[in-house]
C-alpha cells in the first residue's frame, strides 16, 4: 500500500513539474480576453493588472495540471476562466457600472429564478458549457484528485493569505494620487482614489476580488462591542408615540427612476403616468437616493425597513439580518398596526422570509399569494398585482390601522410586456436605444397601475399616507449605453464630473401622499435610510425609530464603495473609508457615518448594546408570533387542456424541430411554476409560456420508444398526473380513405399577435418561434405560413401549433402576414405578427 501511495505521488509530482507550461499559457489567455474587452467593450486594463491575474491563473491551472487532460484541454479551460474574469468584468461594468463581485454568487439563483423563455435557456445553456468545460478537462484517475486538493485548498486559502498580498499589491500595483480643488478652494490629495472600477483595472479582477471578499467579511462579521458603542455618543433614544394612527401604504416601484436625467434621450412624453408626474411636480419633484444601480433591490428595502445604510457589496437581507430589529413594520405592530408585505415573487428570494421576520411583519404575500392572471413574461403584471392588492385589503379589514407594503415587478429587468394587451405609449429619441425605449414603456404601464391603485385608496380612506418610490436606476444595456451622459442639467456644485454622474444614477423619485390634501414638499436628495424617520414625522413621532434619532447635518449617500456627501449644496465624493481625503469635510462625513455603520452592525448583527443601554431591550423582540407566510396556491399546478402530438413512427420521433429534438406541447386551463413532463420514465426539456408548456426530447432519448407511452406531468412533491398515451407504432390510425384526404377547419383563436425582431415570438428551446391555432373543428392537416413560408406544424384534436425557424424571416421589425390552408384551397388569412424592435440583452436586476 505504501510503495502505491509513493509511486502516485511520484507520478504527481512528475505531472505537476511539466505543467509549469500553465504559467504562460494563463498569461497569454489574460492578455488575449483583455484585448477582448477592450475591443468589446472599450475598458482598459493596466499592464500590471494583466501580469497579476495571468499569474495567479495561470498558478492555480498549474496546480491543476495533473489533474487535466492534456495542455489543449487546459488552453480552453485557461481562455475559459480568462473570458470569465476580464471580458465578464468588462461586460457588468459596461451594463452596471460596476464590476463582477462575491454577491454575485449569490445573486445567481436569484437570477435563474427571474429569467424565464429564451433568456433563462440561453443561461442555463451557458452554465452548463462552463461546469461541462470543466469536468470535461479533467483526467478521470486517482491522482487527479490531488491537483483538484491542491487547486481547491490554493482557491480556500487565497482569501485568508491576502493579508499578507495586500500590502504587496498596493506597493507594487498602487493607484496614483490624485490632487483636487474642492469648491471652497481646499486642495485635496486622494490616495488612489479606490473606487471599485479603478481597482479592477489597476489590479485586475483576481485581486480586485480578494479585495471584495474583505470588505464584505468586514461587514458581515466586524459587531461593535458595549465600549465601542458607548465611545461612539450616539443619541439618546426613547421610543416615540403616534399621535394618531392612519393606515400607511409604502410602495416600492421597481426600477422607477427619472430619465429626464439622461442628457442625450428624450421622450414623445414622461414615462411616469401623467397622474403621479403632476403630483410629483407639484411636490418639487423631490428624489431619494438608493444604494443601488441596475439590481439587488434587498438593499433599497432594507434601508426603508429598518432605517440603516446597506453594506457596500453584499446584500443585507441575506448578510446581514440575523436579529429581529426595531425595523418600521416591528415598531408599528408595538403601536397596534397589522403589518403585511406583498411582493409577487419567490418567497425565498434573496431571503426574504427571514429577512421580512426579523423586520416585524405579521404576513407576507409572495407569488403563492397571488392569482397568475395576468403575466408579463413569468412576472405578474402590476395591473394584476395592485387590484389583487386591493381586493384582500377589502376582504381583510382590521381592528386598528394597517401598515401595507408593496413590491412591484411590471418593470423588472429584461422589461418584457404583453404588447397586444399593453402596446407603446412612449417614444424614445434618437431611436438607437432599444431597451431604454422597453424600459420607458414597462415604467408607463406600472406607474399607471400604481395611480389606479392610489386612486381607491384614497376614495376609500381619505386619511391614507402613501410613500411610493424607484427602487434604483434601471439596467439599460450598453450598445449603446444611456449613462454616458447623466445629471449634466444639475446646478447644484459637484467636486468632479464623476460625482455628478454617481448622484444623478442613485437618485429615484419619491412621492407622498398626506391623504386627499394632495403630495407633500420634502426635502429632496434624501438617503433611502432615512425615509422611516420620515415617515415617523409624518405620523407624529420624530424617533419613531432608535436609527432615526442618528441623523447627523450631513447628506451622506453610500454608493457602490464611495461616500458621497452633501454639504451646504457642495457634493464630494469621500472616496473609501481607506483612502478618503483629510479634508474637515470628509473627516466629518465618516465620523458621521461610522456611528450609523456602527449601530447597523450593533443591531442587526450584534448584541444590541445601544438598545440595552437605552433601556428598550424588549425592542429586539418585534412580536410575540412568528410572521406568516401565505400560501393560496401551490408553487406548481397545472389542468390540461389539450396536448400533442399523439403519434410518432418507431425511430423518427414526433413533431420534429430543427435540431433534431421531438417536440410536445400542451395547452392549460391553467397554469402555475413548470411541471416535469415525461414520457414513460424520459424526462423532457419543458418550457412555460402563458397557459402553454412545450418540452423537447433528445432523439436518441426516445429511440428506443415503442407501442403505447403514458405521457405524465408532475409538480414536485405532487403526484405524477398520466394526461394521456403516446402512441409509437409504424401502423397509420384507422380511417377511411376519404376522411384521410379531407381537410377542413373553422377558426376560433390563434396568437401570438407580437414579437421582437431577431428574437422572434413564443420562443422555443431550440430557438424557433411557434404559434398556435385554436379551432372550432379541425379535420386533416392544413398547413400555416407567414408570407410564404411554411412552418412545421404538429396536430391536436382541435389545436394546430406551428414552428419557424428561418432567421431571414425573423431579422427586421414589422408586420408578419400569418395564414392557414388546407392542400389545394385557397388560403385564409388570419392577420399578421408585428415584432417590435430588437431588444439587446442586459445584465439583469436580480429582484
Not at 439580518?321 to 398596526?337: D, Q, T, W
Request: with cysteine; proline share 8%; aromatic share 8%.
Amino acid at each position: 500500500m505504501k510503495s502505491g501511495t509513493r509511486a502516485i505521488a511520484r507520478a504527481f509530482a512528475k505531472d505537476l513539474a511539466a505543467s509549469w507550461k500553465y504559467l504562460p499559457i494563463g498569461l497569454m489567455a489574460c492578455i488575449l480576453m483583455a484585448a477582448v474587452a477592450w475591443i468589446s467593450f472599450g475598458f482598459v486594463y493596466g499592464a500590471g493588472a494583466i501580469i497579476a491575474t495571468g499569474l495567479l491563473l495561470g498558478c492555480a491551472l498549474w496546480l491543476l495540471g495533473p489533474a487535466l487532460r492534456n495542455h489543449w484541454w487546459g488552453a480552453a479551460l485557461a481562455a475559459g476562466l480568462a473570458s470569465l474574469l476580464l471580458v465578464g468584468n468588462a461586460a457588468k461594468v459596461a451594463m452596471l457600472h460596476m464590476p463582477l463581485s462575491i454577491a454575485d454568487a449569490q445573486a445567481l439563483p436569484i437570477l435563474l429564478a427571474t429569467l424565464s423563455g429564451r433568456p433563462l435557456l440561453l443561461a442555463t445553456v451557458l452554465i452548463a458549457v462552463a461546469v461541462l468545460l470543466l469536468l470535461g478537462s479533467l483526467r478521470p484517475r486517482r491522482r487527479s484528485l490531488l491537483g483538484l486538493a491542491a487547486a481547491t485548498v490554493v482557491v480556500f486559502l487565497l482569501p485568508t493569505a491576502y493579508g499578507v498580498l495586500r500590502p504587496i499589491s498596493e506597493s507594487l500595483l498602487p493607484v496614483g494620487i490624485e490632487e483636487l480643488k474642492m469648491p471652497n478652494g481646499e486642495i485635496v490629495q486622494i490616495p488612489g482614489r479606490e473606487d471599485q472600477i479603478n481597482l479592477l483595472r489597476v489590479r485586475g479582477p483576481l485581486l480586485y476580488l480578494l479585495e471584495d471578499w474583505r470588505v464584505m467579511r468586514e461587514d458581515t462579521r466586524k459587531v461593535p462591542t458595549a465600549a465601542e458603542i458607548n465611545a461612539l455618543a450616539l443619541q439618546a433614544w426613547r421610543p416615540g408615540n403616534i399621535g394618531k394612527p392612519r393606515n400607511v401604504h409604502v410602495v416600492l416601484l421597481e426600477s422607477v427612476w427619472d430619465i429626464t436625467l439622461l442628457d442625450r434621450y428624450n421622450s414623445s412624453r414622461s414615462p411616469l403616468d401623467p397622474r403621479l408626474l403632476a403630483l410629483w411636480e407639484s411636490a418639487g419633484r423631490p428624489y431619494v437616493l438608493s444604494p443601488e444601480m441596475g439590481g439587488a433591490t434587498a438593499n433599497a428595502e432594507f434601508e426603508v425597513l429598518c432605517g440603516l445604510p446597506a453594506p457596500r457589496n453584499s446584500v443585507a437581507f441575506v448578510n446581514l439580518m440575523r436579529n429581529p430589529s426595531p425595523c418600521l413594520p416591528a415598531v408599528l405592530a408595538r403601536s397596534g398596526y397589522r403589518t403585511v408585505a406583498s411582493h409577487a415573487h419567490r418567497a425565498d428570494n434573496w431571503n426574504r422570509v427571514r429577512a421580512y421576520d426579523h423586520a416585524g411583519f405579521d404576513l407576507y404575500r409572495p407569488i403563492s399569494a397571488f392569482e397568475l392572471d395576468d403575466l408579463e413574461g413569468g412576472l405578474l403584471a402590476d395591473s394584476s398585482f395592485f387590484r389583487q392588492n386591493l381586493q384582500y385589503l377589502d376582504e381583510n379589514r382590521f381592528d386598528g390601522p394597517v401598515f401595507n407594503y408593496l413590491v412591484s415587478l411590471s418593470s423588472h429587468w429584461g422589461f418584457v410586456r404583453n404588447t397586444e394587451r399593453r402596446p407603446d405609449l412612449v417614444a424614445i429619441s434618437p431611436a438607437d436605444a432599444p431597451v431604454l425605449h422597453a424600459y420607458a414603456n414597462a415604467v408607463a404601464y406600472t406607474t399607471k397601475a400604481f395611480m389606479d391603485w392610489t386612486e381607491t385608496i384614497l376614495a376609500r380612506d381619505p386619511e391614507a399616507l402613501i410613500i411610493a418610490f424607484g427602487d434604483h436606476s434601471p439596467s439599460l444595456d450598453v450598445d449603446p449605453d444611456p449613462y454616458t451622459a447623466v445629471n449634466g442639467r444639475d446646478k447644484a456644485a459637484f467636486d468632479t464630473p464623476a460625482t455628478r454622474r454617481k448622484v444623478g444614477i442613485s437618485r429615484t423619485p419619491l412621492l407622498i401622499l398626506d391623504g386627499n390634501r394632495g403630495a407633500l414638499r420634502t426635502a429632496t436628495d434624501l438617503p433611502m435610510y432615512e425615509l422611516p424617520g420620515l415617515i415617523g414625522q409624518l405620523l407624529g413621532s420624530a424617533a419613531l425609530l432608535p436609527q432615526s434619532a442618528q441623523r447627523g447635518p450631513m447628506t451622506l449617500r453610500p454608493f457602490r464603495g464611495h461616500l458621497l456627501t452633501s454639504n451646504d449644496g457642495s457634493w464630494t465624493d469621500c472616496a473609501g473609508r481607506d483612502s478618503s481625503p483629510r479634508t474637515p469635510t470628509c473627516n466629518a462625513a465618516w465620523k458621521q457615518f461610522d456611528q450609523l455603520r456602527a449601530l447597523r452592525q450593533d443591531t442587526v448583527l450584534g448584541d444590541g448594546h445601544y438598545l440595552h443601554a437605552q433601556h428598550a431591550e424588549t425592542y429586539r423582540v418585534p412580536r410575540l408570533q412568528p410572521m406568516v407566510v401565505e400560501a393560496s396556491h401551490a408553487d406548481c399546478e397545472f389542468e390540461v387542456d389539450q396536448w400533442g402530438p399523439h403519434r410518432a413512427m418507431p425511430g423518427q420521433g414526433f413533431n420534429v424541430q430543427t435540431d433534431g429534438s421531438s417536440a410536445m406541447w400542451f395547452t392549460m386551463k391553467h397554469l402555475r411554476g413548470l411541471p416535469q413532463v415525461k414520457i414513460g420514465n424520459t424526462v423532457g426539456q419543458a418550457n412555460a409560456g402563458e397557459r402553454l408548456i412545450t418540452a423537447a426530447f433528445a432523439t436518441d432519448a426516445i429511440a428506443k420508444l415503442a407501442g403505447p407511452t403514458p405521457v405524465i406531468l408532475s409538480c414536485p412533491g405532487q403526484p405524477p398526473v398520466k394526461v394521456g398515451i403516446l402512441v409509437v407504432s409504424a401502423a397509420p390510425e384507422p380511417a377511411s380513405p376519404a376522411a384521410a384526404d379531407a381537410c377542413s377547419f373553422t377558426i376560433d383563436q390563434w396568437g401570438p399577435r407580437t414579437g421582437t425582431a431577431v428574437q422572434g415570438f413564443n420562443p422555443q428551446p431550440d430557438g424557433s418561434s411557434a404559434m398556435w391555432i385554436t379551432m372550432k373543428q379541425l379535420q386533416g392537416h392544413p398547413q400555416v405560413r407567414i408570407g410564404t413560408t411554411t412552418g412545421t406544424s404538429a396536430y391536436g384534436d382541435l389545436l394546430v401549433t406551428s414552428a419557424f425557424s428561418d432567421p431571414a424571416l425573423l431579422a427586421e421589425p414589422g408586420p408578419l402576414p400569418v395564414s392557414i390552408a388546407c392542400p389545394g384551397q385557397a388560403a385564409v388569412e388570419l392577420g399578421t405578427i408585428q415584432l417590435e424592435a430588437r431588444q439587446p440583452s442586459t445584465q439583469p436586476d436580480r429582484n
